[in-house]
């Protein structure tokens, strides 16, 4: 397990992806991201966080965006990030039961708020209609960006 005297970050891929591509909330996400790294925090996913950017990715190249080789060199920098990833029955599981409780339309989005919840960690995410979905429920959810 991680070393819990240090605070844990669990981030989904609206955070990831601006760290290694050109987007609106690059500035705003590396800025934060040097300040959790500044403050040593540990930074902790559901292993479903490498599939979503690999689809972002390969959603780029299909809209013109990025060459395949440019899509690779993005997806080397998201995936040298130190992120621990998860991925167990039990986070399967929980994911369901709180997709099932905060009424989401999908149930991706709940492994990142089970993970959170289970490692007392917070999570930040800088997808709007997840954070207004949710945030009044469970305090220890962000929003990084404009709301």
Same mark, same amino acid.
């Given at each position: 397990?991680?070393?819990?005297? #240090?605070?844990? !970050?669990?981030?989904?891929?609206?955070? !990831?992806?601006?760290?290694?591509?050109?987007?609106?909330?690059?500035?705003? !996400?590396?800025?934060?991201?040097?300040?959790? #790294?500044?403050?040593?925090?540990?930074?902790?996913?559901?292993?479903?966080?490498?599939?979503?950017? !690999?689809?972002?990715?390969?959603? *780029?190249?299909?809209?013109?965006?990025?060459?395949?080789?440019?899509?690779?060199?993005?997806?080397?920098?998201?995936?040298?990030?130190?992120?621990?990833? *998860?991925?167990?029955?039990?986070?399967?599981?929980?994911?369901?039961?709180?997709?099932?409780?905060?009424?989401?339309?999908?149930?991706?989005?709940?492994?990142?708020?089970?993970?959170?919840?289970?490692?007392?960690?917070?999570?930040?995410?800088?997808? #709007?209609?997840? *954070?207004?979905?949710?945030?009044?429920?469970?305090?220890?959810?962000?929003?990084?960006?404009?709301?």
């Amino acid at each position: 397990m991680l070393n819990s005297i #240090k605070p844990l !970050v669990c981030v989904d891929s609206s955070i !990831v992806l601006p760290l290694v591509v050109e987007h609106a909330l690059s500035d705003l !996400v590396l800025t934060q991201w040097q300040i959790w #790294k500044t403050e040593s925090r540990y930074f902790i996913a559901p292993s479903l966080l490498h599939y979503e950017l !690999v689809n972002a990715l390969h959603r *780029y190249c299909i809209a013109g965006f990025f060459s395949q080789s440019a899509a690779r060199v993005s997806l080397e920098a998201a995936l040298a990030q130190p992120i621990a990833l *998860y991925d167990d029955d039990e986070l399967h599981y929980a994911a369901s039961e709180l997709a099932a409780i905060h009424n989401l339309p999908a149930s991706y989005d709940a492994h990142y708020l089970a993970l959170a919840q289970r490692m007392h960690a917070e999570f930040w995410t800088a997808d #709007k209609r997840l *954070y207004n979905s949710i945030h009044d429920a469970l305090p220890w959810v962000h929003l990084l960006g404009p709301e």
